[in-house]
């Protein structure tokens, strides 16, 4: 008589497939809840005075207010906008930038070496040139934006495409396929995770010029928050600031991984089958 394993029950498998992801819900928030004990306890036992770092309840009644009467939002929505337009242009420039210099060695014998030179370069060591040509109104900030956006999605696109396998790309040429369709069924699959991956750096690169070019001139925004209060005085209005930019971009860099995984189902199915 042989003795056979049960299979795991329904109840059991499910508590199975469960404890990773409990396990893991707990890393992602342990630092950030380590993080909020050592602010309040700092706060409530005075190791740092109010005026360097106002305690969380004043900062999330500080937000509270902000929302009630309406100028969070407005802010919000201005600083949106300008990183909806300024990342969009930039994102499409970069991918079409970096499209051509992956897929034609000519021009990126060209233009490589002087791209990679001028990308060195911080946005803002740009601001001072930048204004002389566009000024300081919006302009200013669209093509800020978008040139941070642009640089490490060029720098991707480039490299994604660059580094697609020759046997890959041979393997088209056997087949006879046209240029379009070496692009569109190989060399596209190949690069999409890279490509992904500098589009997110591209969304963090704008994300961060936009407080730099608020900070620099603005009179609305969350950057325009942050001076505001740090004339004011009124760290809590500086704190609540970061931490809506903060939420703002954790929440838009997880609607790109789940376009990635969207588009790229295959990642999806390998992660279920670990």
Same mark, same amino acid.
């Given at each position: 008589?042989?003795?056979?394993?049960?299979?795991?029950?329904?109840?059991?498998?499910? @508590?199975?497939?469960?404890?990773?992801?409990?396990?893991?819900?707990?890393?992602?928030?342990?630092?950030?809840?380590?993080?909020?004990?050592?602010?309040?306890?700092?706060?409530?036992?005075?190791?740092?005075?109010?005026?360097? @770092?106002?305690?969380?309840?004043?900062?999330?009644?500080?937000?509270?207010?902000?929302?009630?009467?309406?100028?969070?939002?407005?802010?919000?929505?201005?600083?949106?906008?300008?990183?909806?337009?300024?990342?969009?242009?930039?994102?499409?420039?970069?991918?079409?930038?970096?499209?051509?210099?992956?897929?034609?060695?000519?021009?990126?014998?060209?233009?490589?070496?002087?791209?990679?030179?001028?990308?060195?370069?911080?946005? @803002?060591?740009?601001?001072?040139?930048?204004?002389?040509?566009?000024?300081?109104?919006?302009?200013?900030?669209?093509?800020?934006?978008?040139?941070?956006?642009?640089? /490490?999605?060029?720098?991707?696109?480039?490299?994604?495409?660059?580094?697609?396998?020759?046997?890959?790309?041979?393997?088209?040429?056997?087949?006879?396929?046209?240029?379009?369709?070496?692009?569109?069924?190989?060399?596209? /699959?190949?690069?999409?995770?890279?490509?992904?991956?500098?589009?997110?750096?591209?969304?963090?690169?704008?994300?961060?010029?936009?407080?730099?070019?608020?900070?620099?001139?603005?009179?609305?925004?969350?950057?325009?928050?942050?001076?505001?209060?740090?004339?004011?005085?009124?760290?809590?209005?500086?704190?609540?600031?970061?931490?809506?930019?903060?939420?703002?971009?954790?929440?838009?860099?997880?609607?790109?991984?789940?376009?990635?995984?969207?588009?790229?189902?295959?990642?999806?199915?390998?992660?279920?089958?670990?």
């Amino acid at each position: 008589m042989t003795l056979t394993a049960s299979a795991p029950r329904p109840v059991e498998q499910r @508590l199975t497939n469960l404890l990773p992801v409990l396990a893991n819900v707990a890393c992602t928030i342990s630092l950030p809840l380590v993080l909020l004990l050592a602010w309040g306890l700092s706060s409530r036992f005075g190791w740092l005075p109010e005026q360097i @770092l106002p305690a969380p309840e004043v900062v999330w009644a500080t937000i509270a207010e902000l929302w009630r009467d309406g100028s969070l939002i407005e802010h919000t929505l201005v600083s949106l906008r300008r990183v909806a337009i300024g990342f969009s242009i930039g994102a499409l420039s970069g991918l079409l930038a970096g499209a051509a210099l992956g897929l034609l060695p000519v021009v990126r014998s060209f233009v490589w070496p002087v791209f990679t030179a001028v990308a060195q370069v911080n946005t @803002l060591a740009w601001l001072p040139l930048l204004v002389l040509f566009v000024g300081i109104d919006e302009e200013l900030k669209y093509v800020c934006i978008a040139w941070s956006t642009a640089v /490490p999605v060029t720098l991707a696109t480039t490299r994604s495409i660059a580094d697609v396998s020759s046997n890959l790309v041979e393997l088209g040429r056997v087949f006879d396929f046209t240029p379009l369709q070496r692009v569109s069924a190989i060399v596209l /699959p190949a690069a999409l995770p890279s490509l992904f991956t500098g589009v997110r750096e591209g969304l963090a690169a704008a994300w961060q010029s936009l407080v730099i070019v608020e900070l620099f001139a603005s009179f609305d925004g969350l950057g325009y928050l942050m001076t505001w209060g740090r004339q004011l005085f009124q760290l809590e209005l500086v704190i609540a600031a970061m931490l809506v930019i903060a939420a703002i971009g954790l929440s838009l860099n997880a609607v790109l991984e789940y376009l990635e995984h969207f588009v790229q189902p295959w990642k999806m199915e390998a992660r279920h089958d670990r």
